[in-house]
């Protein structure tokens, strides 16, 4: 696995300074303001933030990310994880993480790609192509990788077909295919070979974790959980904290936690209401955690959040 360094590379080489230059100026066409912005490409996304924020928690979903300019830290538990033009960052499984802007200004504003990656896609070009050996145990489900000109010139082509939607249809899947296939073909790539195999215990953690979201108001009893993706209790544990940096309970007291954290922003008006909906039957025990987890009580935090800019929300 590719140990988080710990400070920024320098600036990229000129091949790859031409390319991000390039794709740059197409996500500031495709950008009006800070934000993440959906695209005519469905599986596409495109950040923009004219300053540094806070840090910001969420459920990060299987996806590559591409920065074009500025930098950003990724924590996954209490490992640190930063990423710039030079290195792309990939997500093979849901992972619970803490991410924050770094390095951003009006004039030149982070800007960043992220293309979700589908473990069914990656399996299917696995069977035809040299797939990488996976190693033993599950790698961490979070990892960088120096950005090379192919996987660079790949991506930028795909966010280019958005000033030619008529070419979508027909071009985005190749580009998106060969990006996989960069992917795969990188130093890391038996890390996402390993989450795609359908024997494995990738897979095993990844249906893990959808039991765990499917279930989340529910007691969580690993006995349960370990028979429900074929796995014995002491396995489960040990291959979950590999890819995850957590075991499954904290897993689950962090997604409730978010996901109560959505509720109060989008649905429910009060912090009670939200902590049951997630499973808590105790209100106080859930504004605790829910404090020590964000940093203030629930209907503080929702004022900040509400009161921030879109660079906040990140």
């Not at 619970?96 to 951003?104: D, E, K, Y």
């Not at 279930?215 to 429900?228: D, N, V």
């Not at 993706?229 to 940096?245: C, D, E, G, I, N």
Request: glycine share 6%.
């Amino acid at each position: 696995m590719t140990s988080p360094p710990p400070s920024l590379t320098q600036a990229a080489g000129p091949d790859l300074s031409v390319l991000l230059a390039r794709l740059a100026t197409h996500i500031e066409r495709a950008t009006p303001g800070d934000g993440v912005f959906a695209t005519a490409i469905g599986r596409l996304a495109l950040i923009r933030a004219s300053q540094p924020n806070q840090p910001v928690h969420a459920l990060h979903q299987p996806a590559l990310c591409v920065v074009a300019r500025g930098a950003k830290r990724v924590m996954l538990q209490d490992q640190v994880y930063l990423y710039d033009p030079s290195r792309y960052l990939v997500a093979s499984v849901d992972l619970l993480v803490s991410g924050q802007v770094l390095q951003a200004t009006p004039e030149a504003p982070y800007l960043c790609v992220r293309l979700e990656l589908d473990p069914g896609e990656i399996a299917g070009l696995m069977l035809q192509t040299q797939a990488p050996a996976a190693p033993a145990l599950a790698g961490r489900g979070l990892w960088l990788s120096r950005t090379t000109e192919p996987l660079l010139d790949a991506v930028l082509r795909l966010v280019g077909l958005l000033e030619t939607p008529e070419d979508i249809e027909t071009l985005a899947p190749l580009a998106i295919r060969e990006i996989v296939y960069r992917l795969l073909k990188s130093p890391e790539g038996p890390l996402l070979a390993h989450i795609a195999r359908a024997d494995g215990h990738g897979q095993r953690i990844r249906n893990a974790i959808a039991w765990i979201k499917t279930h989340l108001e529910q007691p969580l009893r690993i006995e349960t959980l370990a028979r429900a993706v074929h796995m014995s209790p002491s396995s489960l544990h040990q291959h979950f904290k590999a890819v995850t940096a957590m075991s499954p309970l904290q897993y689950q007291k962090q997604l409730r936690l978010q996901e109560a954290r959505r509720l109060l922003l989008s649905e429910v008006a009060d912090a009670a209401s939200a902590g049951h909906r997630v499973g808590y039957a105790s209100p106080s025990q859930f504004s605790r955690e829910y404090r020590r987890q964000f940093g203030a009580p629930p209907a503080r935090d929702i004022e900040r959040l509400r009161a921030g800019t879109a660079s906040d929300l990140l």
